[in-house]
């Protein structure tokens, strides 16, 4: 008798595992917004030791009490979540004349910089972050410790040298990244380090982690990684330079919740800032469907990487309107869009450590600063507003061959609610009429409907089997369809 109920709990719970996959803590929905704490915001002048601003290789003074004091100002733009980048304690010299400012140069994986503040500054910093309801994302280095740490002489065992790197056939993986000390992750101390330092931030709140160059990183360490966190409930956000959906699409499958969609920055780009076809961007949306989890793909305009999108215009004026365009049409995208501090100001910068300049906050504003800063908040506020922009599903629409270059449209759809974007790269202001048939697409005949984009003069009707736009030039609109 006491067997039966059981056996029935079990036949259920083999049934469930059948159909459907464990419970994931899915992200999509979300709006990141990434910070370089040395950066950012300096809140505590004490902890400023060797700090020139005027050099862009030194340490700038930034720290997590200042970020702290700025969480008002990352949810007053709309954001829902804040990525740091890696704020370990450094090794304690410069090498190559750069300081390890960037975080990418740990010492102590269990610590806190002295420049960004302490472990209790870092508990303040979740404590403030969950109570304006942002989730914290933290980046983790698994693939090396940094030039000078002083583990790479305590534990030589540890690391790949250049013995395993002459004789592997994986040197992405084996041997050094930037002559970086390469930790072995096949070795089971540096495992249990590895996986104790995930679980280590875990315990402080963090919500995801956002793994550094992984593509040098050994496949089988990753996966186990990626199972406990999934397991506890961390959102994993995996970097591999220069992803295309492809790479996305086989991680996602590996254990990734999401990797960064480095195909899309590229042809956004080239596309919105550049001046080049939108079909590249289509090319790249339409490979949506191989894709795992395609509301959780990381979708950016740059980081602290790469050149700022701004940039791509030799005039400050031009790089503002484009980056309000490139901001408008990301938030027409599924997935999880990625801010870079700076980003909605339209800050300027070329390479590395130029695309790293002080962030700039309302007070030292241009009227032009201020003007991309507006649309950007609201196109996130018009974004979150919308079930359809959030999470619905994506349906990227035929545009006739002689338009794709100028013209890209969308749908996003969830519940009954649907939302048409429209990605409009002619210089100047212009009136489409597409057929619905040719489209793909059916509406309903509908009068002249304004954008839901503030700021912009951006009209849509649907009348007799077909659809008219009337769009700006070189910017984004997104309208409420029947
Ligand atoms: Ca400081
Ligand atoms: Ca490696």
Request: hydrophobic content about 40%; some cysteine; glycine content about 10%.
């Amino acid at each position: 008798m006491r067997r039966l109920p059981l056996f029935g709990a079990l036949l259920a719970s083999l049934a469930g595992a059948q159909t459907s996959s464990p419970a994931l803590p899915s992200w999509e929905g979300q709006i990141i917004y990434q910070v370089m704490p040395d950066r950012f915001a300096d809140g505590n002048a004490s902890n400023n030791a060797g700090v020139d601003r005027s050099d862009p290789r030194a340490w700038h003074g930034g720290d997590l009490a200042g970020l702290t004091a700025k969480v008002p100002y990352i949810r007053g733009l709309g954001a829902t979540a804040v990525w740091l980048t890696p704020i370990y304690r450094q090794q304690a010299v410069n090498s190559f004349d750069t300081a390890p400012y960037h975080g990418y140069w740990p010492a102590d994986f269990r610590d806190v910089d002295p420049h960004f503040g302490t472990l209790a500054d870092f508990g303040a910093l979740v404590t403030a972050a969950r109570g304006a309801g942002l989730r914290v994302v933290l980046d983790q280095v698994i693939n090396h410790y940094g030039y000078a740490a002083e583990a790479v002489k305590q534990h030589p065992t540890w690391f790949n040298g250049q013995a395993e790197c002459d004789k592997t056939t994986n040197k992405d993986v084996d041997c050094p990244l930037a002559g970086l000390p390469d930790l072995k992750q096949s070795s089971p101390e540096v495992r249990d380090l590895l996986l104790g330092n995930a679980d280590f931030w875990r315990a402080r709140g963090v919500n995801a982690f956002r793994y550094d160059a992984i593509r040098h990183v050994e496949r089988p360490f990753l996966k186990d990684l990626l199972a406990r966190d999934r397991a506890a409930g961390t959102w994993t956000l995996g970097e591999w330079y220069g992803a295309d959906t492809g790479t996305v699409a086989e991680w996602q499958r590996e254990g990734f919740d999401s990797l960064f969609l480095f195909s899309l920055q590229e042809a956004m780009q080239k596309s919105l800032m550049g001046g080049q076809g939108l079909t590249q961007v289509a090319n790249v949306l339409s490979r949506q469907g191989e894709l795992v989890r395609p509301g959780e793909v990381a979708l950016f305009l740059d980081n602290h990487d790469l050149p700022r999108f701004a940039q791509g215009s030799l005039f400050e004026d031009e790089g503002q309107a484009r980056t309000r365009y490139g901001l408008r049409a990301l938030m027409t995208l599924k997935g999880v869009p990625v801010i870079w501090q700076g980003t909605e100001i339209a800050m300027r910068g070329g390479n590395d450590p130029d695309n790293r300049r002080d962030m700039r906050f309302e007070n030292e504003w241009t009227p032009g600063e201020k003007a991309v800063y507006g649309a950007a908040r609201d196109a996130i506020a018009v974004r979150k507003a919308s079930r359809a922009l959030s999470v619905g599903a994506q349906t990227l629409l035929s545009v006739p061959g002689a338009l794709q270059d100028d013209l890209l449209l969308l749908t996003r759809e969830v519940d009954g609610e649907r939302v048409l974007a429209a990605w409009h790269g002619g210089r100047e202001r212009k009136t489409y009429s597409v057929r619905l048939s040719t489209l793909g697409l059916t509406a309903a005949d509908g009068a002249v409907t304004r954008g839901l984009y503030a700021g912009q003069d951006a009209k849509m009707s649907v009348g007799g089997g077909w659809l008219h736009l009337s769009l700006p030039g070189k910017d984004a609109a997104v309208f409420g369809l029947k």
